[in-house]
């Protein structure tokens, strides 16, 4: 299957001081790379996660994406065309093929718009005069399960999981084929998180569109979708089948995130895996691996070279950066998660 997003080498930086204080301290690189040379494709109909610890560049791959982030350099194509570079009305019509839902479901709706002008905004502004807005607004609230009188309120008046549905609404306004779910259950009760995971699920199945998932729950990346990266200082350390990570994680990083995720079975044997020391500065990036500070199988290479992508032999499409990977046999297996344990909270600080 043809991909219809792809990102090649991307890296995009932060300055960190201006240019008179880097010249007055003689400070030469002012900058700190939050994304390091990251590749992925997402394919049609497809559901691909992106996880990782706060801080590790998920957020900013989504923002760059979409164009609300530039790339120090790197390749973004749609369908085949490059995207990344362009602006304005260059970018206009591949931005209506693609939408995010941001991660603060109220905070990111204006304030001042009612919901009806915050659903018909899209159509406003990619020029479709054509269509019946209050109609359009109507179709989009009953799609996402609200009722037509919602169109009168303001984001104010919404609770978080209806402020979710309002999002995802305004996201499949004019249909798109990409949707960047930034965060999508965070916030929101366990309830509330199955009503809004079965709502895109069934989206999903009728319109066809791809999803870009970034969340730092694991029950919700095994329950929603069909591979997953993980991400570390923005890098990514194993690129695989959410399935086959999920029993097969070759990385140390991969095993300790799924150890840290909550079980629901209070009579489960839980295997814990202390990472130990503080997540390292951007600033100052280790040698080598840079997990290899926190790394329980470290040794000495790890912290002087650093590891080239490797393949597992018995998935090539499971890729991974480690001297010392986890051996197959010795990877913890981890038993399918039911619907109900895909709702539950989890943290991945471990």
Request: proline content about 7%.
């Amino acid at each position: 299957m043809s991909a219809l997003l792809r990102v090649q080498d991307l890296r995009v930086r932060f300055r960190t001081m201006g240019p008179l204080k880097a010249l007055a301290t003689g400070t030469k690189a002012p900058f700190i790379d939050a994304v390091c040379g990251v590749s992925f494709e997402v394919r049609k109909g497809e559901t691909l996660a992106l996880v990782g610890e706060s801080g590790s560049g998920k957020s900013t791959i989504a923002r760059t994406i979409i164009g609300l982030q530039r790339a120090v350099s790197g390749s973004i194509s749609f369908e085949g065309q490059e995207i990344e570079g362009l602006r304005g009305a260059e970018r206009k019509p591949y931005l209506r093929r693609m939408s995010m839902m941001f991660q603060d479901p109220i905070g990111s709706l204006s304030p001042r718009l009612t919901v009806r002008s915050i659903l018909t905004e899209p159509f406003r502004i990619h020029g479709l005069k054509d269509c019946d807005l209050g109609a359009e607004a109507e179709r989009l609230l009953r799609m996402v399960g609200l009722p037509a009188d919602f169109a009168r309120r303001y984001p104010h008046q919404l609770s978080g999981g209806q402020a979710r549905r309002v999002g995802i609404a305004r996201a499949l306004a004019v249909t798109p084929d990409l949707i960047i779910a930034d965060e999508p259950t965070a916030g929101l009760d366990v309830s509330v998180q199955g009503e809004v995971l079965n709502l895109l699920a069934r989206l999903q199945d009728e319109l066809g569109m791809a999803i870009l998932i970034i969340s730092h729950n694991l029950n919700v990346v095994r329950h929603m979708t069909d591979r997953m990266a993980i991400m570390y200082l923005g890098r990514f350390i194993e690129v695989g089948s959410t399935d086959g990570i999920f029993d097969q994680p070759r990385h140390p990083y991969t095993e300790a995130l799924l150890a840290a995720n909550p079980e629901p079975d209070p009579d489960a044997v839980l295997n814990r895996i202390e990472l130990k020391g503080e997540v390292p500065s951007l600033l100052r990036r280790p040698s080598g691996c840079e997990f290899h500070t926190r790394c329980r199988y470290a040794q000495d290479i790890c912290g002087r070279v650093f590891p080239d992508p490797s393949a597992d032999p018995h998935d090539p499409k499971h890729s991974f950066r480690c001297h010392f990977p986890l051996e197959r046999e010795a990877a913890p297996q981890l038993e399918q998660q039911t619907l109900s344990a895909a709702m539950a909270p989890t943290s991945i600080k471990a």
